[in-house]
């Protein structure tokens, strides 16, 4: 992540709801910009999820827990893009139906009257995963969620809160993608030649 888009991220850290950013931080867990894939291992993984409140301590997870959470996460991103505007990703959110098949939920009361969606399997890395969907509830429920997006940057696909008024960001930062867009298309057009952002 560049000083100005680290910047941002910092400081939507100090508006985002805890449920979004729950979803955010783990949509953001490759950088495609730098080829930083923090999901990297099945030890990656739990420790991610250990780290984020989504199991109790680290617990051994395996290649296919990784694939789920892999599919998990690029599906919820053509979401994310989805809300900025792009079309999504067909074959991205075909995957995540596929990895939601195979995290089983339940509809769980609490003490007040709210529920939430709480995981029914016994295997700690698919509940872990499955945590995610309450987190993607509660964003809904809040409003927030549509406000979850992924840059228009073919290269950058951050995903970020958009503070906009009207909802209209397009960009993780305009300082960063979204004036590399821009110049990208002027030069483009002054060249005469289809522009090819990213």
């Known amino acids: 992540m560049g000083a100005q888009t680290d910047l941002a991220f910092q400081q939507e850290n100090a508006v985002i709801p805890p449920a979004l950013r729950l979803v955010r931080d783990f949509v953001n867990t490759v950088e495609f910009q730098v080829d930083d894939e923090r999901l990297g291992s099945p030890d990656e993984l739990s420790a991610w999820l250990a780290e984020h ?94 406000r979850l997006k992924a840059c228009a940057r073919p290269s950058c696909r951050w995903a970020y809160y958009d503070h906009s008024r009207n909802r209209s960001g397009r960009w993780c930062t305009m300082a960063g993608c979204g004036n590399a867009v821009k110049m990208q298309k002027a030069y483009a057009s002054r060249k005469g030649r289809p522009d090819a952002a990213g």
Do not use: C, K, Y
Not at 121 to 131: A, E, K, M, V, Y
């Open 53 to 146: 409140g989504l199991t109790e301590s680290p617990v051994p997870a395996t290649r296919e827990h990784l694939d789920i959470a892999r599919r998990l996460r690029e599906g919820l991103r053509g979401v994310l893009e989805s809300h900025a505007g792009h079309l999504p990703d067909a074959a991205a959110i075909r995957r995540l139906n596929d990895a939601l098949a195979e995290l089983p939920v339940r509809v769980s009361f609490g003490a007040s009257e709210s529920f939430g969606l709480a995981p029914a399997t016994q295997d700690p890395i698919r509940g872990g995963l499955g945590r995610m969907l309450d987190a993607v509830r509660q964003a809904s429920e809040d409003g927030s969620w549509v």
